[in-house]
């Protein structure tokens, strides 16, 4: 039986924690994955202590000789993807068992206009000063997704999903991850895709946990500033593109994080 579903991992001084990615994958009750892992000139020597892991024929391992982030890594990797359907999990964080198996029976049941189905992720939070504040003990909650019933629902919930499980021909229709933006795709890269794809297609939500992240000290995600100029940029650019009708209010959330709290009607 030929694979269905390819996982991709992007992958940057990682450490130890990708041997706990690779892992979940090699425990999935879906046992005929195959998988990419973009290696982004990593410097860590986290390759050599997951050699074992990556000594299997369903594994590709691309090694870029300078970083060229997350976006453009994701890109080189799906180039050769050559499953119906791929699913992303970054290079600290972990599947359950059945996620591969969920993803891909959920989707072979929808309608050809859904681009990506997703789940419920669950968050670790590990970081050095919420251990500090609590004693050593991590944090654990589950964040729920949701269903969106059009493209500006998606953009007002101010929300990415997990994980993204992608219809392979709808990423390559709408030309992979962007990386024309002034940090060249390195941040936000999960938001960008898809607010292309929702322009012409639909997503489908799994009410079930399917994802583990782990909150550390060096999370992309923890460049706020950054984050929060793409976030302005990036909006004002695809409400252009979906036809310059609304203006963008955004507001400071009380985690720091910049929101879009309504649309505003242009005049004319």
Known sequence: MDSEITVVIPSYNPGKLLIDALKSVYAQTYSNWKLILVDDASDDNSLKMAEELLNDPRVTVIR???????????NKALDIVDTEYFVQLDSDDWFLPYTLET?????KQQPSDIAV?????KTIIETTEYMLKHHNQAAEHIRKGRNFKDRYDFLLSNMSVWPRCYK???????????T????KGRNMEDRM???????????????????????HDYNNTNKLAE?????????????????????????????????IVRLKPKTR
């Open 64 to 74: 870029n000789n300078i970083n060229l982030g997350q976006s453009k890594a994701q």
């Open 103 to 107: 993803l891909l029976k959920e989707f």
């Open 117 to 121: 189905v997703s789940g419920n992720i």
């Open 168 to 178: 392979t021909s709808a990423v390559r229709e709408v030309g992979g991850w962007p």
């Open 180 to 183: 024309d933006d002034p940090y």
């Open 193 to 215: 895709i898809l607010l292309k794809l929702i322009e012409k297609y639909r997503f489908h939500w799994i009410d079930e946990v399917l994802y583990v992240h782990r909150r």
């Open 227 to 259: 984050y929060n100029y793409i976030i302005e940029w990036y909006t004002k650019k695809i409400l252009k593109q979906w036809g310059d009708e609304y203006i963008p209010v955004f507001q400071i959330n009380a985690y720091g994080w910049k929101d």
